[in-house]
């Protein structure tokens, strides 16, 4: 990736990331398009060993391109009529399903809640040629005040117990009554099973199996989508 293509904003932004990060960027092609997704270059060491399936409240979620992002970003693209329709990718991280969505022609609101997140977010959608995409921070506890959307989307944002009740109320809040949600997650993921229990209580779940093979291994993510129920209030 050429940094001086970037238009001056974004660049500006990247070399202020770079002062802080050595940086690269991946690849990812879906629906015959590629995304080119800023991330850090040398995880592992910004890591530093933790594991994201012990230590959830450590673990920076945001700095790696998930198999469950790239599995999402795959639904996102092949999703039907995009013309008119508003997505809004929650918990984004470096934004791929969102970034998937907008260059299948959908209107595109990236979500999450920290700036230096979003920094990495607006790198990666100029560099995609992603000029429209709409960038907000999204505080569950305390969402802002945005015109309902038609699809919601997620990819492994389901680590806390403590945010399923503030996150099933953004559901209600930002999906259109007949709108559907998105959501994609390790099946490792322990948390996944018990948010589903209680979002039953207020939305319809189906689930999709995908597997797919990294370093000779396989990995199983499930997809859910979640719509309406009819007699679930809005907030």
Known sequence: MDIRTLPDRERDI????????????????????????LKIADIEEFLDGKDPFANVSE?????????A??????????????????????GAGLGAPGLAAAAA???????????????F??????????????????DWL?????????????????FR???????????????KPEGFIYLAHDARRK??????????KDFDITLNKQVIKKQGQDITIIVNRLSRRKDCPTK
Not at 105 to 119: H, K, L, Q, R
């Open 191 to 200: 948390s996944l099973p018990l948010f589903l229990e209680q979002a039953q």
């Open 69 to 90: 992002a790239m599995v999402l970003s795959y639904v996102m693209s092949s999703l039907p009529e995009p013309k008119g329709k508003r997505v809004l990718e929650l």
């Open 14 to 37: 990247y070399n202020r990331i770079k002062s802080r990060y050595e940086l690269t960027f991946d690849s990812l092609k879906v629906g015959g398009k590629t995304l080119r997704l």
């Open 161 to 175: 117990e403590e945010f399923f009740e503030p996150l099933l109320n953004v559901f209600k809040k930002y999906l």
């Open 121 to 138: 977010q607006k790198v990666s959608a100029a560099a995609s040629g992603l000029h429209t995409v709409t960038f907000t921070h999204l």
């Open 142 to 158: 305390n969402p802002p005040e945005l015109a309902p959307f038609d699809v919601l989307a997620g990819a492994e944002i389901l």
């Open 59 to 67: 673990f920076p979620f945001w700095v790696k391109l998930w198999e």
């Open 105 to 119: 022609g959908f209107d595109v609101t990236i979500s999450d809640y920290e700036a230096i997140i979003m920094d």
